[in-house]
């Protein structure tokens, strides 16, 4: 059963940090790429950031460069996702989602998908909250 759990959401301050996890089991999640996209109050869904299968590669949402640092750790059966977020910003809250592609996903080793219709797997969400 395929499974995309995320952890780490709360409440902070602006100018603080979170760092939130995202556990994937269930399939060799190590052979994808995986993506962090958030949705906030009244907005689309949104990429925050996404890494390459081979976690040599990230791309960053421009509202997010130089503040969010996404990484991957793989094991056999469990590949976990993180996504560190410093110097929170009123604008930054949001239901974060953990995401992936499907199997029928080509993309190169080291291609990290960008739009939402790339990912077939999301996990329930995790909220984060950012007090002015």
């Known amino acids: 059963q395929v499974q995309l759990v995320e952890s780490g959401g709360g409440l902070v301050q602006a100018g603080g940090s979170l760092r939130l996890s995202c556990a994937a089991s269930g399939r060799t999640f190590s052979s994808y790429p995986m993506g962090w996209f958030r949705q906030g109050p009244g907005k689309e869904r949104e990429l925050v950031a996404a890494?390459?299968?081979?976690?040599?590669?990230?791309?960053?949402a421009d509202s997010v460069k130089g503040r969010f640092t996404m990484s991957r750790e793989d094991a056999r059966n469990l590949v976990t996702v993180s996504l560190q977020m410093n110097s929170l910003k009123p604008e930054d809250a949001a239901v974060y989602y953990c995401?992936?592609?499907?199997?029928?996903?080509?993309?190169?080793?080291?291609?990290?998908?960008?739009?939402?219709?790339?990912?077939?797997?999301w996990g329930q969400g995790t909220q984060v909250t950012v007090a002015s």
């Open positions: 995401a992936a592609p499907g199997s029928s996903y080509s993309g190169s080793w080291y291609s990290t998908p960008m739009k939402e219709y790339e990912y077939d797997y």
């Open positions: 890494i390459s299968r081979s976690g040599g590669r990230t791309t960053y």
